[in-house]
């Protein structure tokens, strides 16, 4: 299947930094990427969708302002953290969006562990 | 909004053994796609199965199987012959077909215990 990096894959930062995360699909176009959360042990929730060439669309309860998004190009989508609080720690993962209608996978990258000081 | 409910928090099971973890979503479209995703400890998202809700024909890939009753709106796994790599965190997931640019929506997960 397709493949989907994420980098860093871990971070520590101290509080009321920025921290970017990348995600890239290494052998595929993705128009559209997702950004998730997921605290532990719990589930993946929706923090955004990356389209390539347009601005990112929120999930509601989600700053724009302090996740920012930028889709560049069509294999790579940046999240950054802006001015980090110990509240952002989390686990982020995105996926890439392959394919279209019923042949449509989403493939995940590895996630990147944040933890805020 | 579509929701997707795994009441089973924790499942055990002992090797060699068959398995289900069960799951039940609320949606009023009528085209859509679920999936099983599993999650091994190093938090890597895989993809186990998928189901088009237009087929009846119930999804396999292997030792994995579903039960997908539509008019229910249920959609279990079954895993047979489990393996000690089996034990995981294992998300059910719901996904609409009208807006390809839908993320996945997520139920909360089962942890997969497998004994020797």
């Known amino acids: 299947g397709a493949v989907v990096s994420q980098h860093p894959s871990r971070v520590i930062c101290k509080s009321g930094t920025s921290v970017k995360i990348e995600c890239r699909s290494l052998?595929?176009?993705?128009?559209?990427m997702f950004w998730y959360r997921q605290f532990p042990k719990q589930s993946l929730m929706l923090m955004a969708t990356?389209?390539?060439?347009?601005?990112?669309?929120?999930e509601q309860g989600v700053e724009k302002d302090k996740f920012l998004i930028n889709h560049a190009s069509l294999t790579l989508s940046t999240l950054t953290v802006t001015s980090a609080h110990p509240e952002d720690s989390s686990f982020y993962i995105c996926?890439?969006?392959?394919?279209?209608?019923?042949?449509?996978?989403?493939?995940f990258g590895p996630g990147t562990r944040l933890l805020v000081l | 909004a579509q929701t997707v409910t795994q009441s089973q928090p924790e499942m055990s099971v002992q090797e060699a053994e068959t398995v289900t973890l069960s799951c039940t979503y609320d949606?009023?479209?009528?085209?859509?796609?679920l999936f099983w995703y599993k999650q091994p400890p190093s938090r890597q998202m895989i993809l186990v199965i998928r189901?088009?809700?237009?087929?009846?024909q119930n999804a396999t890939e292997n030792r994995f199987s579903v039960n997908f009753q539509k008019a229910a709106k249920s959609f279990s796994l079954k895993i047979s012959d489990s393996q000690l790599g089996d034990a995981a965190m294992y998300f059910c997931?719901?996904?609409?077909?009208?807006?390809?640019?839908?993320?996945?929506?997520f139920g909360k997960g089962t942890s997969l215990l497998v004994t020797p």
């Open positions: 189901q088009e809700a237009y087929k009846q």
């Open positions: 990356s389209n390539e060439g347009s601005k990112a669309t929120y």
């Open positions: 997931a719901y996904r609409s077909a009208w807006n390809s640019g839908y993320a996945l929506n």
């Open positions: 996926s890439a969006r392959e394919g279209k209608g019923h042949q449509e996978t989403q493939y």
């Open positions: 949606t009023s479209e009528s085209d859509y796609y």
């Open positions: 052998d595929f176009q993705a128009t559209t």
